[in-house]
Structure formats: C-alpha cells, structure tokens
C-alpha cells in the first residue's frame, strides 16, 4: 500500500519529468527558431546579394551604354571632322544692307530661303537667295520689341518671343504672308531666350520673371510646366540631342540641368551648378559637352558628363576676345556638320573649331567695336548673318574653305 510519502515523491518526480519535457520542447524551439532565423537571414542575404548583384549589372549596363554612346558620337565626329578643311567667313559687303533700325534678333529657316529679323516691335521676313535679302514683308503682333526668333525644321513656321511678355507661332498663308497662328501667354516678363526641342513638340522659354515653361504641342501649344528654379532672369536655353534634358543659364550665376523623367514626363532639376561669374550663353555640343560664355569675360567655360557620377562638371577655359560688356541675346550656335561654334562675346563674335581630340580653337575673330551685336549661321554653316549697332547693316559673310 502506497505510504502519503510515496505519493508526493511520486508527484515530484512526474514535475520534474515535466519540467524535463517542458525544457528539451523549450530547446527544440529555441534550435527551430534559430534555424528559422539563420533560414531568414540567409534569405535576405540572398536577396540582397541578388539586388547588388542587379544594381551592378545595371551600373555595368549604363556604363556599356555611356561608352557605346561616346565612341558613336566618337566616331560620327571623326567621319566629319576628317572632311573638314581650314576656313574663313568672307565679307560680302555687296550684299549688305543698311538697317537704321535697332535689331534685337535674326533667324532663317532650314533650307536658307527666308530671313526674319526683329526691328523694335516689328518683323521684317526677307527673302534670302545666296546672300541676297529682299524684303518682301513685315508684319506687326507683338506690343514691344522682338527679343527671341527661331524658325522650324520640320514645319513652315517660326517662333517670336518679345518684352511684351508673349511668343507668338507664325504660319504662312496660301499667299506666301505670314500671320500669328498662336499666341502663348504664361510670362510676367520679357521673354529672353527660347529654345525648341529636335522634334519640335516642346518649346522652354525663359524670361525676366526668373521662370523656365514648357510649352506642349498638342492640337495647340499649351503650357505643360513652369519651373521655378533661377533667383534672377533667365539668358540661356539649350536642349540636348536626346530631347530630354535641358540646361539653363541666367543672371544668379546658376546653370540648371533639367531633365525629363521617363515616368510621367514631368521635368526635374537634376543638377545646380553655382558658377563665379552669370553666364549669358550656353549650348550642348553633345549629350556630354557643354559650352558657357560667362558675362564680361574674355573667355569660354567646357563643362562635360562625370562618366562615374553622372554629373556634369567644370572641364576647362578656352581664352577669347570681347568681354567687359555685353547682352544676353545672340545665342551660342553649334554647326555639327562642321564641327564649328559660334560665340559672340561682349564686342566680338568668334568661331572655333571642335578638334579630333575633342578640344575647341579658335579659327576666327571678328571684332564689331560694339557690344549691341544680333545673329546667326544658316544651318549648314554656309553663310553667317549680322546686325551691329556700329554699322547699323545687315552683313552678310560666307563660309570659304583655305
């Protein structure tokens, strides 16, 4: 017969085989949880190597398609650098006009047939038959003078931009005469520089109200963006070759990189460059390469892409002439059929060369004793096409080869 003490020695020791079980099932979990943990971390670092591994292949990606994209602009550029020859622009003073008027702005279309020219608040379109101008219109919307004009490539207008605050597209008729198709209202102030993306669907201008706005075309041009970015006047607009970056400079002595996301085709300021001195004109020589004159200086900025950063930084100074004064019209224009850039610079207009090894000379200065220069090359570079405030002239000059 099972004594009381029995009994409670016998329900101890059930306790203790109790708490043996309770403690070896403890140790079982706690050797699951530890594998399940070890299961989980070896799971995210499989993860995460996969995403190293991804953003690396990626970055190798991106790097494959920097190279391939710099030596395609390499080797387009030798294919034409090698059939270029020494050059100057000659003079043709026969062809040039008396022009007392003040001209703030000059443009011709892309096979070379017109000219337009800004004269206050009026624009005169002439025609323009290997150097010879006839006038044979002008035509009056604008309230002030016409600061800004660009002509179209693949349609047959141009586009106006004045300090009365408006751009205005102009369209021909059936008669040949030019009439205002739109007008763009959206600025506060004067509208300073303009520029028009390679499949002309996206105007960005930029004024004195210190904003930069895109303009859509869809049935009808219609303001997409406004960008509020620069502390004082915009003076220069370039778009890339890839239509979808653009940079500006203006008077705060910021150069903004602008680019357009992929996603929802908003634009995004990618980049601040804060410069020493305000640039008055820029222009991309490449996707990689752009050129900057700075306000009252007697030379020219390089700026090209970081390959590692993707940034675009300071590369070096080309020394010119001019300087000391200037003013924030006639933009910077390169000819990429012949690696030529056209620069005006305080009292002087240079045009330098691209080398092979991609630096810049200069091939020709051409000083005008006056800052209040306006112009532009055709687009083949054949002829380059002035107005200055010392010979009050249209003066037309041809590209001659040495």
């Known amino acids: 017969m099972q004594t009381q003490e029995d009994k409670v020695n ?59 994209q710099l030596t395609n602009q390499q080797t387009t550029f030798m294919s034409t650098h090698s059939n270029i020859k020494p050059f100057t622009y000659q003079l043709m003073k026969q062809y040039s006009i008396k022009q007392d008027q003040y ?100 105007i960005a201008s930029g004024g004195n109200d210190n904003t930069i706005i895109f303009w859509q075309k869809q049935n009808q041009w219609l303001c997409s963006q406004t960008i509020i970015g620069h502390k004082q006047c915009v003076f220069g607009l ?42 008055v004109r820029l222009n991309f020589i490449d996707d990689n390469t752009f050129t900057l004159n700075p306000w009252g200086e007697e030379e020219m900025y390089i700026f090209q892409m970081n390959s590692v950063h993707k940034k675009y930084m300071y590369k070096k100074v080309i020394k010119g002439k001019g300087g000391f004064s200037d003013s924030p019209q006639f933009p910077q224009q390169y000819i990429k059929s012949k690696c030529i850039l056209l620069n005006k610079n305080g009292s002087n207009v240079s045009i330098l060369r691209r080398q092979q090894n991609g630096e810049f000379t200069i091939e020709q200065s051409i000083e005008f004793q006056t800052h209040y220069i306006f112009g532009c090359m055709t687009d083949d570079g054949q002829y380059l096409i002035t107005w200055d405030f010392k010979s009050k002239e249209y003066q037309i000059r041809k590209y001659q080869e040495q």
Not at 131 to 141: D, Y
Not at 239 to 262: A, P, T, Y
């Open 238 to 279: 370039s778009f890339n070759e890839q239509k979808n970056r653009l940079i500006s400079c203006g008077q705060d002595c910021l150069i903004l990189v602008i680019e357009q996301s992929e996603q929802n085709k908003q634009w995004i300021i990618i980049q601040t460059i804060e410069s020493e001195t305000c640039g």
């Open 103 to 202: 001209c703030n702005a000059i443009a011709v279309n892309y096979d070379c047939t017109i000219l337009v020219a800004g004269c206050g608040q009026y624009i005169k379109v002439f025609e323009f038959n290997q150097a010879m101008l006839k006038q044979v219109q002008i035509i009056c919307e604008h309230n002030s003078n016409v600061i800004t004009l660009n002509f179209m490539k693949r349609s047959d207008q141009f586009i106006s931009g004045s300090s009365d605050h408006s751009i205005i597209i102009w369209a021909r008729n059936e008669n040949n005469s030019w009439f205002c198709y739109q007008k763009l209202l959206g600025h506060k102030s004067y509208i300073q520089c303009l520029a028009l993306n390679n499949n002309e669907d996206i």
């Open 10 to 68: 016998q329900d101890q020791l059930i306790e203790i085989q109790e708490c043996i079980q309770i403690q070896q099932l403890a140790a079982e979990d706690s050797v699951m949880n530890i594998d399940s943990k070890l299961e989980k971390k070896q799971h995210q670092n499989q993860i995460q190597e996969q995403e190293t591994q991804q953003k690396q292949e990626q970055q190798i990606q991106e790097n494959d398609s920097h190279n391939q």
